[in-house]
């Protein structure tokens, strides 16, 4: 049974920083997508970044320069360090998992079969 479970949310002032878990436990495929997405009241759900098994990264242009994925293999533990965050940045973060090849091509949170939660981040002005 896959579990995504999400943990570092919290409040904070703009230009401050965050930095969100994912634990992941039983997803066995070495080769793999994931990504952490983002929902605002009232908005679509966004994807915000997304890293595969041979590291490559995707970042929304909203949060190119501030926000940086990463994996932990040894730990199965996936990261978004989240530095100058603005109010725009508050929603729900949840993190997700996919088979590699939507990653390549670039699918939608549609396409990502396994969801953590949910983590709150408000950014006050």
């Known amino acids: 049974q896959v579990q995504l479970v999400e943990s570092g949310g919290g409040s904070v002032r703009a230009g401050g920083s965050l930095r969100l878990s994912c634990a992941v436990s039983?997803?066995?495929?070495?080769?793999?997508?994931m990504g952490w997405f983002r929902q605002a009241p009232g908005k679509e759900r966004e994807g915000v970044a997304r890293?595969?098994?041979?590291?490559?990264?995707v970042y929304v242009d909203s949060v190119k320069g501030r926000f940086t994925i990463s994996k932990d293999n040894a730990k199965n533990t996936l990261y978004l360090q989240m530095n100058s965050l603005e109010p725009e940045d508050t929603a729900m973060y949840y993190c997700?998992?996919?088979?590699?090849?939507?990653?390549?091509?670039?699918?939608?949170?549609?396409?990502?079969?396994?969801w953590g939660q949910g983590t709150q981040v408000t950014v006050s002005s």
């Open positions: 997700a998992a996919a088979q590699f090849y939507v990653c390549a091509f670039g699918g939608t949170y549609l396409n990502f079969d396994y």
């Open positions: 039983g997803y066995t495929y070495s080769s793999y997508c």
């Open positions: 890293i595969d098994s041979d590291g490559n990264t």
